[in-house]
């Protein structure tokens, strides 16, 4: 049996992040995992992450990184129906 990795989730350093929310040029930012809304929370600090995303809308893939989400203190505008990223970006057309 082979094993394919089909996608790999990695952190930004957070400086960089930190700079990319801070230039005020984001409107949404999407979560496709669980894993995604941790690393930026780990990247910003856990408790500063819902601070650092205020006036932007928060998409989520699913229920499962929703609930990752508003865990970490992020307010979450959008969720899928469908859970694909097809879904996502329909979910996301249909809010705005």
């Known amino acids: 049996m082979d094993e394919v990795v089909a996608y790999r989730t990695t952190a930004a350093p957070s400086g960089e992040l930190q700079a990319i929310l ?14 995604t809304v941790r690393n930026l929370a780990a990247a910003l600090d856990k408790g500063a992450v819902g601070e650092a995303l205020a006036g932007m809308m928060a998409a989520c893939i699913g229920p499962v990184t929703e609930r990752t989400a508003l865990e970490l203190g992020i307010r979450v505008d959008v969720v899928a129906p469908e859970h694909t990223v097809r879904g996502l970006v329909d979910a996301i057309v249909a809010a705005v």
């Open 22 to 35: 801070n230039n005020g040029k984001i409107d949404i930012v999407t979560f496709t995992s669980s894993s």
